[in-house]
């Protein structure tokens, strides 16, 4: 079986630092690995997702990810934070052939002024 | 209207009431998905449905019932609810249901049973 875990319910920066999100997942086979990201009353929306390709993963609004099969560990940063980054955001794991996609339980990105 | 969207984006009801939520995507999509997001909880995976078909039903009970009429409307009925399904229920969308595929999600269903 497949898990995640995101290691923070909630992570505060201050505006213009490094953000940084952890995620580690739990997989039996290669995995398909997913950040997300929620705003306040709105669904989630993919920001990047890794497939086995390049390891380094660019997503929008300037945040990345970096596979790390030894570390089982899918982190997602942005090295300056702004404050439109305020979100929940969620890291998920699939693989070939799954049908389902399994979720963290979600960051909550606070950013200060 | 383009994306996934998701009718009422609020709904209160008592315990004994009968309500339906609508999903309804403009992608062109196969497959669709009702997700319950409750609050301290991870997203949980409810139901899926390829080309109309569900393939998945994960131990959800026959109180929501799922209704898949075409690829591009997804509907959850609602009947005889209790005060914890109080939930965010989400809709979404993918070219297929298999792996790497990304999920569209809508905006949500707030729903509160009182």
């Known amino acids: 079986a497949q898990s995640v875990t995101q290691l923070g319910s909630h992570v505060s920066v201050s505006e213009g630092a490094l953000v940084l999100l952890r995620c580690n997942y739990s997989?039996?086979?290669?995995?398909?690995l997913f950040w997300y990201v929620q705003y306040p009353n709105q669904g989630l929306q993919l920001l990047l997702k890794?497939?086995?390709?390049?390891?380094l993963v660019k997503g929008i609004n300037g945040f990345e990810a970096e596979f790390k099969k030894s570390e089982t560990s899918f982190h997602l940063t942005k090295p300056s934070a702004h404050m439109s980054d305020a979100a929940e955001y969620f890291c998920?794991?699939?693989?070939?052939?799954?049908?389902?996609?399994?979720f963290g339980q979600g960051t909550r990105l606070t950013i200060n002024p | 209207e383009t994306g996934v969207t998701q009718t009422p984006r609020h709904l209160v009801m008592g315990m004994t009431n009968k309500k339906s939520l609508k999903c309804e995507q403009h992608?062109?999509?196969?497959?669709m998905y009702w997700y319950k997001q409750s609050a301290k909880k991870p997203l949980e995976l409810m139901f899926v449905?390829?080309?109309?078909?569900?393939?998945e039903n994960n131990s959800v009970p026959s109180r929501f019932s799922p209704e898949c009429p075409n690829s591009s409307h997804l509907f959850l009925h609602l009947h005889t609810l209790q005060p914890e399904d109080s939930a965010l229920y989400l809709c979404?969308?993918?070219?297929?249901?298999?792996?790497?595929?990304?999920?569209?999600f809508g905006a949500g269903s707030r729903l509160t049973v009182l």
């Open positions: 449905y390829s080309l109309e078909e569900r393939v």
């Open positions: 998920a794991v699939s693989r070939q052939g799954a049908q389902k996609l399994v």
């Open positions: 890794y497939t086995s390709a390049a390891t």
């Open positions: 992608l062109g999509h196969n497959a």
């Open positions: 979404a969308s993918s070219q297929d249901p298999q792996g790497a595929n990304v999920l569209t």
């Open positions: 997989s039996s086979v290669p995995p398909y």
